[in-house]
């Protein structure tokens, strides 16, 4: 049987070799349980890192310009990588 | 009841105030006296004060007159030099709680900012009192400095577990944090066998927040740096940041001019004195 594990993985910037500043990990196969504030450093340096150790990037961020009026705030953290791993359980 | 008259020893300092619109918070270890924290254990345990919502909009100066533990916290000369710097005289009671965090609990709370969007200038602050010892092992709560300038509405940042630079309150018993509404936060597991306390109380100025504080710093050269604090997680919407400080900053110090780094002066050019053309 089958379960997916999904790492988020926010980056500085659109470039896949860059710093990782923000994370996060969902365990479907129940080996690991994450929550809030459990860890100082990410898992990866780099999305490419991650990709390297054999994750998949299922989502890229899409990228819009400003709304007319927004163009100096800040919301979520833009530079969002959705990667997966299948493992047996 | 009204709060005692403010000594300029207690207020906040420039410098202090430029941190706070940095990180979002500001923290005073260890400055509520250990009588004071007793007390507030016994009134939680003694439920002698309300773990129910008082009339939101009240005067806070009316609030819990008897009380020798919560009362005395924010009657303290120190806590009310840090409302009066941040949102002046005559503030008003918005809500408090009691946080609890039972023992053994493994779960973080979901990352949250206590507002729906809010694009204010001005802004209401937020007491983080912690009446106990509260180690890494207890949790204590987890602030994501710099945050608080975002415009996301509460659970929306849910997703999110872990930042760089995410900052745990652990903190000996007494300590007490101000951050501003919009600074994101979420409450620590607690590993340990007790219960483990946090009093939250919300307050709004009723007077525009401009140079409320002690302003003998005001031209530090200090300040246009800790302006420009890139906190690790910020990637390269640090620069955003900035220039929302820079107008927080113009607002709070009563200065459309201001400006560190050309960082705004930049963006504001457009000029539209007309020269005569080459002959």
Same mark, same amino acid.
């Given at each position: 049987?089958? #379960?997916?594990?999904?790492?988020? !993985? /926010?980056? @500085? *910037?659109?470039?896949?070799?860059? #710093?990782?500043?923000?994370?996060? !990990? /969902?365990? @479907? *196969?129940?080996?690991?349980?994450?929550?809030?504030?459990?860890?100082?450093?990410?898992?990866?340096?780099?999305?490419?890192?991650?990709?390297?150790?054999?994750?998949?990037?299922?989502?890229?961020?899409?990228?819009?310009?400003?709304?007319?009026?927004?163009?100096?705030?800040?919301?979520?953290?833009?530079?969002?990588?959705?990667?997966?791993?299948?493992?047996?359980? | 009841?009204?709060?005692?008259?403010?000594?300029?020893?207690?207020?906040?300092?420039?410098?202090?105030?430029?941190?706070?619109?940095?990180?979002?918070?500001?923290?005073?270890?260890?400055?509520?006296?250990?009588?004071?924290?007793?007390?507030?254990?016994?009134?939680?345990?003694?439920?002698?004060?309300?773990?129910?919502?008082?009339?939101?909009?009240?005067?806070?100066?009316?609030?819990?007159?008897?009380?020798?533990?919560?009362?005395?916290?924010?009657?303290?000369?120190?806590?009310?030099?840090?409302?009066?710097?941040?949102?002046?005289?005559?503030?008003?009671?918005?809500?408090?709680?009691?946080?609890?965090?039972?023992?053994?609990?493994?779960?973080?709370?979901?990352?949250?900012?206590?507002?729906?969007?809010?694009?204010?200038?001005?802004?209401?602050?937020?007491?983080?009192?912690?009446?106990?010892?509260?180690?890494?092992?207890?949790?204590?709560?987890?602030?994501?400095?710099?945050?608080?300038?975002?415009?996301?509405?509460?659970?929306?940042?849910?997703?999110?577990?872990?930042?760089?630079?995410?900052?745990?309150?652990?903190?000996?018993?007494?300590?007490?944090?101000?951050?501003?509404?919009?600074?994101?936060?979420?409450?620590?597991?607690?590993?340990?066998?007790?219960?483990?306390?946090?009093?939250?109380?919300?307050?709004?100025?009723?007077?525009?927040?401009?140079?409320?504080?002690?302003?003998?710093?005001?031209?530090?050269?200090?300040?246009?740096?800790?302006?420009?604090?890139?906190?690790?997680?910020?990637?390269?919407?640090?620069?955003?940041?900035?220039?929302?400080?820079?107008?927080?900053?113009?607002?709070?110090?009563?200065?459309?001019?201001?400006?560190?780094?050309?960082?705004?002066?930049?963006?504001?050019?457009?000029?539209?004195?007309?020269?005569?053309?080459?002959?």
């Amino acid at each position: 049987m089958v #379960r997916q594990k999904l790492l988020i !993985l /926010y980056s @500085a *910037t659109p470039m896949l070799t860059d #710093r990782v500043g923000a994370w996060t !990990l /969902y365990d @479907a *196969t129940g080996k690991e349980h994450h929550t809030t504030g459990d860890s100082e450093e990410p898992p990866y340096p780099s999305v490419f890192a991650a990709m390297q150790d054999g994750w998949r990037v299922i989502q890229f961020p899409a990228q819009f310009p400003a709304y007319p009026g927004m163009e100096l705030t800040t919301s979520y953290l833009r530079w969002e990588f959705v990667l997966e791993k299948l493992e047996e359980v | 009841m009204s709060f005692p008259m403010v000594e300029k020893k207690d207020l906040l300092t420039s410098v202090q105030m430029a941190n706070f619109i940095s990180d979002g918070f500001l923290r005073f270890d260890e400055i509520v006296p250990d009588e004071i924290n007793q007390a507030s254990m016994r009134e939680i345990d003694e439920k002698r004060v309300p773990s129910h919502y008082e009339r939101s909009g009240r005067e806070l100066s009316g609030l819990w007159p008897e009380s020798d533990g919560f009362g005395a916290m924010f009657r303290l000369p120190q806590v009310q030099g840090l409302i009066r710097s941040l949102v002046g005289t005559e503030p008003l009671y918005d809500h408090h709680a009691f946080h609890k965090v039972g023992p053994r609990h493994v779960e973080g709370q979901i990352w949250h900012a206590d507002n729906i969007i809010d694009p204010r200038l001005a802004f209401d602050i937020q007491l983080f009192y912690y009446p106990h010892d509260t180690p890494r092992e207890m949790g204590g709560t987890m602030f994501l400095p710099g945050s608080h300038l975002r415009r996301i509405h509460e659970t929306d940042i849910g997703r999110y577990q872990n930042f760089r630079g995410q900052m745990p309150m652990v903190c000996k018993a007494g300590t007490v944090a101000v951050a501003h509404h919009g600074i994101w936060h979420c409450a620590q597991p607690n590993a340990t066998d007790s219960m483990r306390y946090m009093f939250k109380l919300r307050i709004n100025p009723t007077v525009r927040q401009a140079l409320l504080w002690n302003t003998d710093d005001l031209d530090s050269p200090e300040i246009g740096n800790i302006l420009f604090r890139n906190h690790g997680w910020y990637g390269n919407d640090d620069r955003l940041e900035y220039a929302q400080r820079i107008k927080l900053w113009r607002f709070l110090t009563d200065n459309d001019h201001y400006d560190t780094h050309y960082w705004l002066t930049r963006v504001e050019n457009n000029p539209e004195r007309r020269i005569a053309a080459v002959a």
